[in-house]
């Protein structure tokens, strides 16, 4: 009877350490391995880019790792803009009437002013927006990543007056992992400061970035805000929701989860380039048709 007595009380325990983790990474994710399928958003959504934009815009991410003159077969007229402070890198691509402002990816934890940056996780008032009375008025207040924040201010003048003088119909604002951090908190500014022209955004393994105020004026355009995660990138859970942290616009589920490998740091370094190709190929096209 005490042996029984025992495992039963063993299983009960296993069974809420079990229980609790679930929560844990429940809160923490916010169901990490949950989002709409490409299908559904192509189905919804008009502005949902094609299998060869989209690979043309990982493609971007890429090209926006370092300066060079091209961009293998692109034929891209590459315009980089950077600041050292930060190790902010900026690249702009204008083709016809759309202009690409696309924002490069951290690259920590080699590069120590990243990783400072990164951790640098405090939610701060956007530093653009006039907040006359703070969080002392009750009003809801606009927050993002600090640290990224600083990034985004180290290339800021450079972003608005490429917009300025861009006479097009459209901006899209790419990025990857911290570089999709940054063009989120680029749109906000743009998107109040340029009404007349068209926006979207694309993501690939955003880490959160907003507030929940901030997040929920980002979904309010979500038919044009699509944020791209691999069901295996660990980085798209941080930083947790108990810190006030909210992802934003409409997310596309890539890959499959797995229970026995359920996180990879492939996911979020290779993951995206071998999805985008794979969509690509099924589409009916090849990298070299694009010039990739």
Same mark, same amino acid.
Request: glycine content about 6%; hydrophobic content about 40%; overall charge negative.
């Given at each position: ?90 690249? *702009? ?8 402002? $696309?924002?490069?990816? &951290?690259? +920590?934890?080699?590069?120590?002013? @990243? #990783? ?82 068209? *926006? ?8 959160? $970035?907003?507030?929940? &105020?901030? +997040?929920?004026?980002?979904?309010? @355009? #979500? ?70």
């Amino acid at each position: 009877m005490n042996y029984l007595k025992k495992t039963c009380r063993a299983i009960i325990q296993f069974s809420a350490v079990i229980i609790s983790a679930s929560m844990l990474l429940s809160v923490t994710s916010c169901q990490s391995w949950t989002g709409n399928s490409i299908k559904e958003v192509e189905e919804e959504y008009a502005e949902f880019p094609s299998a060869p934009e989209l690979y043309r815009f990982y493609q971007m991410c890429l090209a926006a790792w370092r300066e060079r003159e091209h961009y293998k077969e692109s034929n891209w007229n590459l315009e980089y803009v950077s600041h050292s402070e930060t190790n902010t890198l900026g690249l *702009f691509i204008e083709e016809e009437e759309t202009l690409y402002m $696309v924002f490069r990816a &951290t690259q +920590a934890p080699k590069n120590p002013i @990243d #990783s400072a940056l990164n951790s640098n996780y405090s939610l701060k008032p956007l530093f653009f927006l006039d907040y006359p009375s703070s969080d002392s008025s009750g009003a809801p207040v606009m927050k993002a990543h600090a640290g990224i924040q600083e990034k985004y201010a180290g290339i800021r003048d450079a972003v608005l007056l490429r917009a300025e003088v861009f006479k097009g119909k459209q901006i899209v604002l790419v990025g990857h992992s911290a570089g999709g951090m940054t063009a989120m908190i680029a749109y906000l500014e743009l998107r109040n400061m340029f009404p007349e022209m068209e *926006f979207l955004v694309v993501t690939f393994g955003m880490p959160r $970035v907003l507030n929940i &105020t901030a +997040a929920r004026m980002v979904d309010a @355009d #979500s038919d044009r805000v699509f944020r791209f995660a691999m069901a295996q990138d660990f980085l798209v859970t941080i930083p947790p929701a108990f810190l006030g942290y909210r992802h934003a616009g409409t997310k596309i589920l890539l890959g499959r989860p797995s229970i026995l490998d359920p996180y990879t740091v492939e996911a979020h370094e290779t993951g995206y380039l071998m999805e985008t190709e794979r969509r690509l190929r099924e589409a009916g096209f090849t990298p070299e048709e694009l010039g990739f």
